[in-house]
């Protein structure tokens, strides 16, 4: 296996800049491993495809506006990604640009609302030790924007922080939206539900590693960076007991059941996350054993990534290569804030 064999080609005017209009209205791509059948629908034709008995999976972890705009003491713009929190003050952050935010130096966000100080410097991130009058977390609310990836192109607008967020997220904590959940509304869910399909929710907050490139030729030599999860006990004997297919909203969903499959075999307890928490550094490529997962949404996703990797574990590499390519050929919109793949 070599990094090469999970590349394609993708025009750039076919990267999603916006959502979709409706939630649901973005379009569905449905790919049939048994006989590599390809369907072409619209989101909210989801519901179609589920039965009842069957067990749709969803990460409800929420975004935080994690990306801060400020200025040096010393002078001079700053852009800060506060990553994760290392202890009451102090969180791991991506400083852009880097150079010149030394051990000492003093940074400053909104109207001097919130400072912080460099604490720390570990390869190419920063610790940053805040001061703020009052509570962090409602600060980043006010002054941060929503995460949005690389890719795209443009300033956030206002309904950003509305759209690149699950209608079911309720959980603080990451940088990145789960975008395969991103198309559902209220009403699919309820008629998913309609259906005798049973709803269940884990949390995996996604970490700025799930834009990590993958830079190894080799691709089993990628180090996956650790992400926090957490699974209730309840919806862990469902998941056990199940008697239909489960389905994994998002790559994220996924590693976070396949983790948990792996704590212990999926028909007995699982005492090392009887708390219902863990973090999970799972890097699933070919050839990979599924054990929690039967079904597979998913948006689509970069060349060379994990995330690619992951999907063609699921469904084989030349199939998947296959159907990326039907998709650009049927013009679907890609990547986070683009359309979507469930996988049967």
């Not at 009451?88 to 880097?98: G, I, N, Q, W």
């Not at 990145?176 to 209220?186: E, K, S, V, W, Y």
């Not at 007991?241 to 792996?262: D, M, P, Q, Y």
């Amino acid at each position: 296996m070599k990094l090469i064999d999970f590349d394609y080609n993708l025009p750039k005017e076919l990267i999603a800049q916006y959502p979709s209009e409706k939630r649901d209205g973005s379009r569905l791509l449905v790919l049939h491993r048994d006989n590599g059948r390809i369907e072409h629908r619209i989101f909210k034709d989801i519901v179609e495809y589920l039965r009842k008995d069957d067990t749709l999976v969803l990460n409800n972890t929420k975004v935080v506006p994690a990306r801060l705009y400020g200025k040096k003491e010393s002078g001079g713009k700053v852009e800060a990604l506060v990553l994760n929190k290392k202890e009451d003050s102090e969180y791991e952050v991506l400083l852009k640009p880097a150079r010149g935010c030394n051990v000492g130096n003093k940074l400053i966000f909104g109207n001097g609302e919130l400072k912080a100080e460099v604490a720390g410097i570990e390869n190419s991130r920063r610790s940053l030790r805040f001061e703020c009058n009052g509570d962090f977390e409602a600060l980043l609310e006010k002054l941060g924007e929503m995460p949005l990836p690389p890719y795209i192109k443009r300033k956030n607008v206002s309904s950003d922080k509305e759209r690149y967020q699950t209608v079911y997220a309720a959980k603080k904590g990451a940088v990145a939206a789960p975008t395969a959940g991103l198309h559902f509304t209220r009403d699919v869910l309820s008629r998913i539900a309609e259906k005798s399909v049973d709803i269940e929710y884990v949390t995996l907050h996604v970490g700025y590693g799930t834009f990590k490139p993958v830079k190894c030729e080799d691709p089993t030599n990628h180090k996956m960076e650790k992400e926090y999860f957490e699974i209730s006990a309840e919806t862990f004997e469902k998941l056990k007991n199940k008697k239909g297919r489960t389905i994994a909203v998002g790559t994220t969903t996924c590693r976070a059941l396949e983790t948990l499959s792996k704590a212990k075999p999926w028909t007995s307890g699982c005492p090392r996350l009887s708390l219902g928490q863990g973090w999970t550094d799972l890097f699933i490529y070919p050839p990979y054993k599924f054990k929690a997962v039967d079904a597979l949404l998913t948006n689509f996703h970069l060349p060379r990534t994990t995330l690619l990797m992951l999907v063609s574990a699921f469904c084989g590499r030349e199939l998947l290569l296959k159907a990326y390519e039907e998709a650009v050929k049927e013009k679907y919109r890609f990547y986070s804030y683009g359309d979507a793949m469930l996988i049967l």
